[in-house]
């Protein structure tokens, strides 16, 4: 690994041919190269392709997290379900969550739109649904997305 490479994470788009023409079709943007390195194209790729990988956030260990979600103005259920599903998905990461069974009935914890809800309201408190490992020093680890990449931007 070459020092300009540490810390970096790397970002390719392979633009099909039928992708190009649907891009022309739908929003007008002509087949040129100038047009693919476009800033505001460049970030839609990445929003919809890095962010739903990534999360927003920060990465906090579920002390802190805790804190944060405590200071909150979410209600109290939305606080103690919230905490729960952060401690699922340390235990059992974001797909997992998806497959774990309530104990009371045969029925899935947590459904998609669940799962979408708490990572929404996660980010809205600024914090990551992946939880720093409580093994490691610090508590606070920076978001890997800097926040003027998490934009909707609408072509």
């Not at 788009?13 to 992708?19: A, D, Q, S």
């Not at 401690?87 to 997992?96: T, Y």
């Not at 998806?98 to 009935?105: A, G, I, V, Y």
Request: charged share 30%.
């Amino acid at each position: 690994m070459q020092p300009y490479e540490k810390d970096v994470l790397r970002y390719e788009v392979c633009l099909l041919n039928r992708h190009l023409n649907y891009m022309k079709r739908q929003y007008g943007i002509e087949k040129k190269i100038e047009n693919c390195m476009k800033d505001d194209l460049w970030k839609r790729y990445f929003n919809g392709n890095v962010c739903p990988i990534f999360y927003r956030g920060n990465y906090y260990k579920i002390t802190e997290a805790t804190k944060i979600i405590q200071n909150s103005s979410l209600s109290e259920i939305d606080k103690k379900k919230l905490r729960e599903f952060l401690c699922d998905v340390s235990r059992n990461g974001i797909s997992g969550v998806m497959k774990l069974q309530e104990k009371s009935n045969n029925r899935s914890k947590y459904s998609k739109y669940l799962v979408r809800k708490y990572i929404e309201m996660l980010e809205q408190l600024g914090s990551n649904p992946i939880l720093v490992p409580k093994n490691v020093k610090e508590s606070f680890k920076e978001r890997v997305i800097p926040p003027f990449y998490s934009i909707n931007i609408n072509i």
